[in-house]
């Protein structure tokens, strides 16, 4: 009888404890929201309209900086815009929420530069930017 739970203990034991996710799922997750970050793009460039893509934000990525940071930033900044100014429904402003999702482990303020661009200039650099990440081999 005693080996009977020491056998179900350890049984108990090894179950329960919660699976640590290893880097390969950590990395999978990352590109499923990379795929997420370029769909958005597209819907956008597809529903916005000329007027509403010529509206300037804070330019927080270019696609010669492509950086976590840089990513995290950019999520920030359009995190500003609310979907109702631009046209949308609430359930299709999504981008922001992409873009924090695929930077949570980073911490970034919201980006300080002066510098300014066209909506539809920070959509094409954010989508080339999620292209180039996702190209590459993990």
């Known amino acids: 009888m005693k080996t009977f739970s020491l056998f179900l203990l350890t049984i108990v034991a090894v179950t329960a404890a919660p699976p640590t996710p290893s880097p390969s799922d950590e990395q999978?997750?990352?590109r499923v929201i990379l795929k997420e970050i370029m769909q958005s793009v597209k819907y956008l460039n597809a529903s916005l309209n000329n007027t509403v893509k010529?509206?300037?934000v804070q330019e927080a990525i270019t696609t010669r900086h492509?950086?976590?940071e840089n990513f995290c930033k950019a999520g920030k900044a359009l995190e500003k815009l609310k979907a109702e100014d631009l046209g949308l429904p609430e359930k299709d402003w999504l981008l922001p929420r992409s873009l924090?999702?695929?930077t949570r482990n980073i911490q970034?303020?919201?980006p300080?530069?002066?510098r300014?661009?066209?909506l539809q200039d920070i959509l094409h650099h954010i989508k080339n930017c999620a292209q180039?990440?996702?190209a590459k081999p993990f």
């Open 28 to 30: 999978r997750v990352q």
């Open 66 to 68: 492509c950086t976590l």
């Open 100 to 102: 924090v999702a695929y």
């Open 54 to 56: 010529k509206i300037f």
């Open 132 to 134: 180039m990440t996702y």
């Open 108 to 110: 970034c303020k919201y």
């Open 112 to 114: 300080e530069s002066q």
């Open 116 to 118: 300014r661009a066209e």
